[in-house]
């Protein structure tokens, strides 16, 4: 059975800027496991593509959920597709940066990776 469009694109786009990569870690949060996100930051990324958001059902999901995080005190930040494809180096600067200052917020210690 094929995945739905967006998660095809989603799939596509994640297979094109993460090929060969290491990735460190992930947090998926989704409704099930809101109530308990890791880590003890609270803080999430979201990759906007247009594809993905190429209808209004997507759209608003986006949103939904960003409000859902919202609610459950999590801070959330969104990357365009664009962004991450012409400017890695700088979107992870900046999130570093992002990640930084929610530590502060929530008065917790730096990582040295950060």
Aim: no cysteine; aromatic share 6%; proline share 7%.
């Amino acid at each position: 059975m094929p995945e739905l469009p967006e998660v095809e694109t989603v799939a596509r786009d994640l297979q094109r800027w993460v090929a060969g990569a290491t990735i460190a870690g992930v947090a998926v949060h989704w409704e099930r496991t809101i109530a308990h996100p890791q880590p003890a930051e609270r803080f999430a990324v979201e990759l906007d593509t247009y594809d993905y958001h190429g209808n209004p059902t997507s759209f608003e999901s986006d949103r939904l959920r960003q409000e859902d995080l919202k609610l459950a005190g999590i801070e959330m930040t969104r990357v365009t597709g664009v962004r991450m494809s012409r400017e890695p180096t700088a979107v992870i600067t900046r999130i570093r940066r992002l990640l930084a200052q929610r530590r502060d917020q929530l008065r917790l210690p730096h990582r040295p990776a950060d």
